[in-house]
C-alpha cells in the first residue's frame, strides 16, 4: 500500500473560477460591500457597542470565505470578529452570547476554515494550510474529513504530534479508510514505537478483513521491529485462513527460514568458543611428533657406532649425524611449540551457561529449518513458479552438501580411507540436488548475478564430483 497522499483539495473549492462567472463575481461583490459597510458600523461609536454590528460583520467575512477566494484570511477574520461580538455582548449583560457561541463551532464556520485550507494546500502553503485545517478540525470537531485534512498536512510538514492526534480523531469520528490505518503506522513506525504501529494496523484489519496490504504491512512492521515471533504468530493465522495462499505461505517460509539461520548463527559462536580450548587436533599432532623422535634417536646412535667402527667414512657419517640431529632438534623445538598451544588452550575456559545453551540452539536450527522447508515446499506445489521458494530450497540443499563436505575435508587419510569416500558421494548427491532448484530460479530471473555465480559455483562443484 502506498502512503497516503492528498494530491490537490481543488475539488472542494467552489471559487475556483470567479472572474469567469458574472452571477459569482456580482456574489462575491456583495459580501465584499457588506464587510465595507459593517466596518463602518464598527467605527460608529453608538454601533460598535452592539454584538450585533459585530456578528453582522463576522457572517460577511464568513460567507466571503465560504463562496469566494479573494481574501485568503476571511475565515480567520470571521472567527476573530465573532470574538469580538462575543466580548461585546458579554459586556451587554450576555442574552445573546448563547447564539454567538454557536456560530463560533458552528459548522458553517469550520467549513470556511477548510475552504481556505484546501487553497493554501494547493498554492504549496503548507504552514497555513495546516493551521487552517487545524482550526476547521477544532471548530468541525465531530468531523471526520477536517481531521483527515488536518493529519495530512501535519504529516507533510513532518508533525507527527498533530498528525497523530487529527488521525485519532479522524478514526474517533468515524473515519475508516484503509490508507489512514496505513499512514497512522507509519509515523509511529518513524518514532519507533512499533507496538502502537501494530495496533493501529490490527484495528485497520479488523474493519477491513479483505484488506491484505494491511495485514502484510502488520508483518512487515514485526519484521522491522526485530519481532519475529510475532509476525510468524500472525502468519501462521493468515495461512490457516487461505492455505492456498502462496504468498503468505512463502512469507512464512522466509521467517521460519531467518529463524533457522539465527539458531545457526548462535551454535556456530559457542561453536568457535569451544574450538579454542580444543586440543585434540594438536594432541593428535604432539602424539605424531613424539613418535617420531625414537626414529631419529636410533639413527644418531647407530651412526654414532658406524663412526667408530669404519673410520674411512667418518666424513660422510659426521655430515648425516649433523642433519639428523638438526631434524631431531626442529622436532623437539616444535614439541615445545606444541605443548605452549595446548597449555594456552587449555587455559581458555568456555562459560558453562553458554555451553548449556548448544543443544537447545542445534535443536531449534534443525526444527525452523524443516518448518521452512516443509512451507517452501507446499509453496512449489500450489506455485511451481514461486522464485523465492525455488531459490530457498536450493540454498538448504547447497548448505547441506557444505556442511557435508566439510566432514570429508576434515578427515585424516586413515579416516578419509574408511568412510569419506561414502560421505563424499552424499555431498555430491546433495549438490545435484540443489541444480534444478537453482536452474529454475535462472529460468525465472535470467539476469539474476546471485543466480548466475551460484550456478557457476555449483557447475565447478558437479564436475569435481565426476572425477
Not at 454601533?47 to 457572517?59: D, I, M, N, R
Not at 521460519?256 to 556456530?268: F, G, H, P
Not at 555431498?427 to 537453482?438: D, G, H, I, L, V
Request: aromatic share 8%; hydrophobic share 40%.
Amino acid at each position: 500500500m502506498k502512503k497516503l497522499i492528498l494530491a490537490s483539495f481543488v475539488g472542494l473549492i467552489s471559487f475556483n473560477s470567479i472572474a469567469q462567472d458574472p452571477l459569482k463575481e456580482l456574489e462575491c461583490k456583495g459580501y465584499v460591500d457588506a464587510i465595507e459597510k459593517s466596518i463602518k458600523n464598527t467605527n460608529n461609536p453608538k454601533q460598535a457597542v452592539k454584538s450585533a454590528t459585530w456578528v453582522k460583520l463576522a457572517e460577511a467575512y464568513q460567507d466571503l470565505a465560504s463562496r469566494c477566494g479573494s481574501d485568503s484570511m476571511a475565515a480567520q477574520k470571521a472567527y476573530d470578529t465573532f470574538q469580538k461580538a462575543l466580548e461585546v455582548e458579554n459586556a451587554a449583560g450576555g442574552k445573546k452570547s448563547k447564539a454567538i457561541e454557536e456560530a463560533l463551532a458552528d459548522s458553517k464556520l469550520g467549513n470556511a476554515f477548510i475552504q481556505q485550507g484546501a487553497a493554501y494546500y494547493n498554492s504549496k502553503n503548507m504552514e497555513m494550510a495546516g493551521k487552517f485545517f487545524n482550526q476547521g478540525s477544532k471548530i468541525n470537531s465531530k468531523d471526520s474529513t477536517a481531521a483527515l485534512y488536518a493529519g495530512i498536512v501535519a504529516q507533510g510538514l513532518g508533525d507527527n504530534v498533530g498528525a497523530i492526534a487529527s488521525f485519532k480523531n479522524y478514526f474517533a469520528n468515524g473515519g475508516k479508510d484503509p490508507a489512514v490505518y496505513y499512514s497512522l503506522a507509519q509515523i509511529y513506525k518513524i518514532e519507533k514505537n512499533f507496538p502502537a504501529a501494530i495496533e493501529v494496523l490490527k484495528k485497520g484489519a479488523e474493519v477491513h478483513p479483505a484488506d491484505k496490504d494491511l495485514k502484510n504491512e502488520i508483518i512487515n512492521t514485526y519484521i522491522s521491529s526485530n519481532n519475529i515471533d510475532g509476525a510468524i504468530g500472525d502468519l501462521e493465522k493468515m495461512v490457516a485462513a487461505e492455505p492456498n495462499n502462496a504468498l503468505n505461505l512463502t512469507n512464512l517460509g522466509l521467517l521460519y527460514d531467518s529463524k533457522a539461520q539465527d539458531a545457526n548463527i548462535e551454535a556456530q559462536k559457542i561453536k568457535e568458543q569451544l574450538a579454542k580450548s580444543n586440543t585434540d587436533d594438536l594432541e593428535k599432532k604432539l602424539a605424531i611428533e613424539k613418535d617420531k623422535l625414537p626414529i631419529y634417536e636410533g639413527e644418531i646412535a647407530s651412526l654414532t657406532a658406524k663412526l667408530k667402527k669404519e673410520p674411512k667414512t667418518a666424513a660422510a657419517t659426521k655430515k648425516r649425524i649433523a642433519e639428523v640431529t638438526s631434524t631431531k632438534t626442529e622436532i623437539e623445538e616444535g614439541i615445545v611449540g606444541l605443548n605452549n598451544q595446548i597449555a594456552e588452550k587449555k587455559g581458555n575456559k568456555v562459560n558453562a551457561d553458554l555451553l548449556a545453551k548448544l543443544p537447545s540452539y542445534q535443536a531449534s536450527f534443525q526444527e525452523y529449518k524443516s518448518k521452512a522447508f516443509e512451507i517452501y515446499k507446499k509453496t512449489l506445489a500450489l506455485d511451481a513458479d514461486n522464485y523465492d521458494a525455488n531459490f530457498n530450497m536450493a540454498v538448504m540443499y547447497f548448505n547441506e552438501a557444505v556442511e557435508t563436505k566439510r566432514l570429508v575435508d576434515a578427515m585424516d587419510m586413515k579416516t578419509y580411507q574408511a568412510s569419506g569416500k561414502e560421505i563424499e558421494m552424499k555431498a555430491c548427491s546433495q549438490f545435484n540436488t540443489a541444480k534444478p532448484y537453482f536452474d529454475k530460479c535462472k529460468s525465472l530471473k535470467p539476469d539474476d548475478d546471485l543466480v548466475i555465480e551460484n550456478l557457476k559455483n555449483l557447475d565447478r562443484i558437479l564436475g569435481q564430483c565426476k572425477n
